[in-house]
């Protein structure tokens, strides 16, 4: 990894730890609540705290997943693809071969 992706990694992800628990803890707190007001017994997955961890584990990761995709995409990928072809210098093969697929016969 160069220095770019290990700036890029610093400055983009550094909240991420901060920002995972406090959305699992808001996940957490919601769907305790909901299952607490849930009258319905076929919502079984509401009322135990193995099910209520999993759907809070499910948003968690939902906005982790987001969140990376849409850092990516707005700064690492234009980086590679877009206006900044100058930093596609470090590919040994040139810019030409970055996306093409080898074939060997």
Same mark, same amino acid.
């Given at each position: 990894?160069?220095?770019?992706?290990?700036?890029?990694?610093?400055?983009?992800?550094?909240? #991420?730890? /901060?920002? !995972?628990?406090?959305?699992? #803890?808001?996940?957490? &707190?919601?769907? =305790? #609540?909901?299952?607490?007001?849930?009258?319905? *017994? &076929?919502?079984?997955? $509401?009322?135990?705290?193995?099910?209520?961890?999993? $759907?809070?584990?499910?948003? !968690? /990761? =939902?906005? /982790? !997943?987001?969140?990376?995709?849409? #850092?990516?995409?707005?700064? $690492?990928?234009? @980086?590679? !693809?877009? *206006?900044? @072809?100058?930093?596609?210098?470090?590919?040994? =093969?040139? @810019?030409?071969?970055?996306?093409?697929?080898?074939?060997? *016969?």
């Amino acid at each position: 990894m160069n220095s770019y992706e290990k700036h890029f990694s610093k400055t983009s992800f550094k909240n #991420i730890a /901060l920002w !995972t628990i406090v959305i699992h #803890i808001f996940s957490l &707190a919601f769907f =305790s #609540i909901v299952g607490k007001f849930e009258e319905i *017994d &076929a919502d079984f997955i $509401l009322k135990s705290g193995k099910g209520i961890a999993v $759907l809070a584990s499910t948003v !968690t /990761l =939902s906005f /982790l !997943t987001i969140y990376g995709i849409y #850092i990516i995409d707005k700064r $690492l990928v234009v @980086r590679y !693809t877009g *206006d900044f @072809r100058e930093r596609s210098y470090i590919y040994p =093969s040139g @810019r030409e071969n970055v996306f093409k697929k080898e074939h060997s *016969d």
